[in-house]
């Protein structure tokens, strides 16, 4: 199956600057890579996503690169916020019909710092 | 449309008790998941359904149960609580392969 590997773990940047997390995936079969957002307490939101055919998408403050040779895909965040503070989950997913299974890794935590 | 549905928020529950935390979406959604979150293991998939009446286990299935009589639902059956089993479970809809996931709000299970 998918093995999703994210880095790092926790992650701490002074308010203003850039925060950049790395994953890597194992199966050449993912095409679809979202980010996800979770706030203390709160559930996982959707924030961007990519397929294969893209090798990079922004919105806003808020890029993702894929690289599928490599098979890493990362998430940019510029100019960072203290409302970005929160974990962030990077995922994977098979693009064939009826393969809706989406494999997680290990989240990052993100600490802006005033 | 209120999305995604969870029931309960919190939950006690103590060694060998069993429980059902439901699940339900008003989006028609034929994917539907549950995973468990404990601190930093990430987001771990216990079972999931591609449609009515199709249930398959993910990477962490043991001790829990699943079923999906109709579209709307899928009901999380713990069968015997163990300490374990204390995490934040989340049930999950998907509509198409390539879309959005979207998450309920979570049930926070403590089991002593």
């Known amino acids: 199956g998918e093995n999703v590997e994210q880095h790092p773990s926790t992650l701490s940047v002074q308010e203003g600057d850039s925060a950049v997390i790395k994953c890597t995936y194992s199966?050449?079969?993912?095409?679809?890579f979202p980010w996800y957002k979770q706030e203390l307490g709160k559930r996982p939101q959707l924030i961007i996503d990519?397929?294969?055919?893209?090798g990079e998408k922004k919105d806003q403050r808020i890029a993702v690169t894929l690289n599928k040779t490599a098979k890493h895909f990362s998430l940019h965040i510029t100019e960072t916020q203290p409302e970005d503070s929160a974990v962030y989950f990077c995922a994977a997913s098979p693009g064939w019909a009826g393969s809706y299974q989406l494999t997680f890794g290990k989240g990052t935590k993100l600490s802006v710092i005033p | 449309n209120a999305g995604v549905t969870q029931t309960p928020k919190f939950q006690v529950l103590k060694t060998g008790q069993s429980m059902t935390l439901q699940c339900a979406q008003d989006?028609?959604?034929?994917?539907m998941s549950w995973y468990r979150q404990d601190p930093g293991m990430g987001l771990r998939l216990i079972h999931y359904s591609v449609g009515a009446g199709i249930t398959d286990q993910g990477e962490v299935p043991n001790g829990y149960n699943v079923s999906r009589s109709t579209t709307e639902d899928f009901p999380l059956r713990l069968l015997s609580a163990a300490p374990s089993q204390t995490s934040v479970y989340f049930c999950?809809?998907?509509?198409?392969?390539?879309?959005?996931?979207?998450f309920g709000q979570g049930t926070r299970l403590t089991v002593v």
């Open positions: 990519i397929r294969s055919n893209v």
């Open positions: 989006m028609n959604h034929e994917y």
């Open positions: 999950a809809s998907r509509g198409q392969v390539n879309t959005e996931a979207f």
């Open positions: 199966d050449s079969a993912s095409n679809y």
